[in-house]
Nanobody, 124 residues
Framework: QVQLVESGGGLVQAGGSLRLSCATS????????MGWFRQAPGKEREFVAA????????SYGDSVKGRCTISRDNAKNTVYLHMNSLKPEDTAVYYC?????????????????WGQGTQVTVSS
């Protein structure tokens, strides 16, 4: 079992940047493939990014590709999502997710554990 706690969300102006963090506890984070998803009001949960257990492989959703970077520090049991050039349409609750697998899923059904989410609001 693993617990995930997101932080770093907030209000930012369009064009700005944010760094989200996801701290894992309960088991060593290197056990897990980690992902970030987001969900805006009235919309389905959307894949943002994912990273392999060792950090050598990453994947990004089309809507954030080129503007986001996912990284991890297994010594700190933390995964990060750096977001640049933020747009109002990036406004959503951002969720961290984990699964014990070498496969890096890009769908929410591929993950076993979820955090509570952190709100990101981008003003125009």
């Amino acid at each position: 079992q693993v617990q995930l706690v997101e932080s770093g969300g907030g209000l930012v102006q369009a064009g700005g940047s944010l760094r989200l963090s996801c701290a894992t506890s309960g088991r060593t984070s290197s056990t897990y493939v980690m992902g970030w998803f987001r969900q805006a009001p009235g919309k389905e949960r959307e894949f943002v990014a994912a990273i392999s257990r060792g950090g050598s492989s990453t994947s990004y959703g089309d809507s954030v590709k080129g503007r986001c970077t996912i990284s991890r520090d297994n010594a700190k049991n933390t995964v990060y999502l750096h977001m640049n050039s933020l747009k109002p349409e990036d406004t959503a609750v951002y969720y961290c997710a984990a699964r014990t697998s070498i496969v890096v899923p890009t769908t929410s059904s591929g993950y076993d554990y979820w955090g509570q989410g952190t709100q990101v609001t981008v003003s125009s």
